[in-house]
Every structure is written in C-alpha cells, then in structure tokens.
C-alpha cells in the first residue's frame, strides 16, 4: 500500500475533523418540546468547539429556572453537536456533557 | 516714492474693479474645499460598508475628490473672470505633467510593502493599516489606539505583513516532566489539532520533541491555519491542549530546585546525606 493511500486511511477513519459546531438545545412551548439549534440548520456553522462550548453555556445561565420544574422559554438538554448532529465531547473532562438536563 | 504710490493705485483701481469678484473666487474656493472633505468622509463611511476592500474604497473616494476640486477650481477661476477653455486647458496640463511625473519617477520611488487593510507589525507596532499618505501610514492597533508612522521610519525598518500568505503556522510549545508518558503527551497533541476544524490538513499537523531541559522534555506542535483565523484558534489549541493534558493526566513541568542543606555539627557527607528539600515554583 502507499503511503499516500495509508494517510488516506489515517484521515479517514482515526480522527473524525468535524465540519463545525452548532449548540443543540430543547424548550417548551406550548407545553411541546421542541428542539431547536443555533446557529440555525440554514446557517454556517462555529468554527470552534471552544466558542460553541461557551455559547451553550451562557445560553444556560440565561435561561435556567430555579425551580425543578420547567419554566416556560427554558433551554433545556443544552449540548453542543457537530455538522451530523453527532454530540461533541466536551473538551474540558473528553466526555459528553449535557447543560440542564431535564 | 512716485512708482510706489502708482502702484498702489492701481493695485487700489484693480480691487474696486474686480474685488467682489475675487472675494468671490476666494468663497467658492474655501467653501467647495471644505464640502469637498466632507463629501469624501460621508462616501467613504458609506463604501466602507459595502465592500471590505479598503485600497478600492480609497481610489474611488481619491478620484471623486479630484474630480470635485477641479470642478471648484474651475468655477472659482470662471468668477474670477478668466476663460473656462483656458481654465480646463491649464487643469489638464497640470494633471498631464503630474502623471508624467509620477510614470516616470515611479520606479525610483520606494513603495511600502503593504496597503490599507493589511495587519503588520512595524518595530514593535501591531496593528491595521488605516490609510497611507504621502509622509505617513496611519495605524491603529487593536487595543483601539491611532498611531501616525513617518513612512521614511517605515522604510528603514523590519516590516511584518501577515497578509502577505494566506496561511499561518501556529506554534505551541509545551515542558512536560520527565516522569511523564512522551508518547501520550504527543498522542494527545496530535488528537487536538487535527480535531479542530480550523486547522488545515496540508501540510498536516505534527508534534516534535524539541529540548529535554532541566526541568522536562520539551515537545513542540506545530500546525497550519488561515491567517484570519490565526489568533482565535492558537487561544483555543492553547486551552485545550490544557484542558486535553488534564484529563489524561500528563503533568507539565514547571522550574524546580533542589536545596540540600547541612548544619557545622552535622557536615554534608556523601554517606551520610542530609534530607534533600524540593521546593517546587
């Protein structure tokens, strides 16, 4: 095999270069919840985890409830997704992390 | 005595003839310059929005400046009393022997390596490059501060132009100890690099072992972006190969010194050492 070809297969399959982040989160409304992403599925994506990671996170601040219960506009599930809508680890403990799980 | 007082004279009949219309002349003249400036600074606010090209901004914004100042030229010489042909004649002639000179001294002149847009660093200034005039480049660095830069001090010294490439090497360099698995420490580098999607495939990422200092091993990563992207993704790397190390549990170093100390009763010797104290800074 070249090695032209082994790279290939280096690149291919070893680490997976995401295309970009977006921030995925859940909200009632309605009492439906929907999931909603941002930046939008029509919008270019973040270009760094890091960014996205810190933007999920200022999301949850702004939104969290006291309460246990869900209050109404309340971003809940917040996680950040690659370009697939596969979750991205969180590069601070290299584990998924979800924001305000409810 | 005579000749002067007729001069005077005629200056006087000159002025009472043709006063009001030099008044005039003079009028148009000031007044078109300085609607002339603000004409140019509103256009080149409102260009500056439509397209990011500042050189393009500035030549439109520079040609509707002459075209306007000739007009007032030309209109202040017509209320003064002389012929529009004559006027327009004497206005191409000048722009003629302008160009000419500028053709054919332009070899000979010294030009600056960069334009209005680019970032550089000039000596120890970091920062955009507003407009360059002819004496002076206007630069603002990016903690918002305006600095006018003689260009002869710009031609005798280094220049950096980081818009010269379109790509650039981030380097981080990182100690780790010595007691510390190298391979991880590289596996680890290598992962968070190629994992962000800023960084560019080719030429691909690597990790070397530069050093092994006193107080560690010394491992350097080095890869390659888009030079708008530069700063914000070397803060990134920097953060998470921190962040990486820590969850995998590589140490870095940091700088160390043995002390060994001994009392008079209790001399240092070889078989009979002291405890030894690390302190660790």
């Known amino acids: ?102 | 005595m005579e000749s002067q007082l007729a001069k005077l004279r005629d200056l006087a009949d000159l002025l009472t003839q043709h006063g009001p219309q030099l008044v005039m002349g003079l009028i148009i003249i000031i007044g078109g310059v300085l609607l002339i400036k603000q004409i140019m600074r509103s256009l080149r606010a409102n260009l500056a929005k439509l397209s990011k090209n500042a050189a393009t901004v500035s030549i439109v914004v520079n040609t509707v400046g002459v075209i306007l100042l000739s007009i007032v030229i030309t209109a202040s010489a017509i209320e003064i009393g002389a012929k529009p042909a004559r006027v327009v004649a004497v206005l191409m002639f000048l722009s003629l022997i302008a160009i000419g000179i500028v053709v054919i001294f332009r070899p000979l002149m010294p030009t600056l390596p960069f334009k209005a847009g680019n970032t550089v660093k000039i000596g120890e200034l970091l920062g955009k490059v507003e407009t360059v005039s002819i004496l002076n480049t206007r630069l603002r660095t990016f903690d918002g501060k305006t600095f006018f830069v003689p260009n002869r001090k710009i031609l005798d010294d280094i220049v950096i132009n980081y818009h010269f490439t379109n790509t650039r090497q981030i380097k981080i360099n990182i100690t780790i100890r010595y007691d510390q698995n190298l391979l991880q420490a590289k596996q680890v580098l290598e992962v968070v690099m190629i994992g962000d999607p800023r960084i560019l495939a080719k030429p691909s990422p690597a990790v070397y072992v530069l050093n092994l200092n006193g107080n560690g091993v010394e491992i350097g990563a080095r890869c390659w972006v888009d030079n708008k992207k530069y700063w914000a993704a070397k803060c990134d790397l920097t953060e998470k190969i921190k962040t990486a190390f820590d969850f995998n549990g590589i140490a870095f170093a940091h700088p160390q010194l043995d002390i060994r100390h001994y009392t008079e009763n209790n001399a240092f010797k070889c078989e009979d050492q002291p405890a030894k104290e690390k302190i660790e800074s």
């Open chain 1, 1 to 102: 095999m070249k090695i032209a070809e082994g790279l290939k297969i280096i690149e291919n399959q070893w680490i997976q270069k995401p295309k970009g982040f977006r921030v995925k989160y859940q909200k009632f409304v309605n009492l439906e919840r929907l999931t909603e992403y941002s930046p939008g599925k029509e919008d270019s994506l973040l270009d760094s985890d890091v960014t996205a990671w810190r933007y999920a996170w200022k999301l949850f601040m702004s939104t969290r409830s006291k309460s246990n219960d869900i209050a109404e506009g309340e971003f809940i599930n917040i996680g950040v997704v690659d370009e697939s809508d596969h979750p991205v680890h969180y590069y601070v403990t290299g584990k998924n992390q979800v924001l305000n799980p409810k």
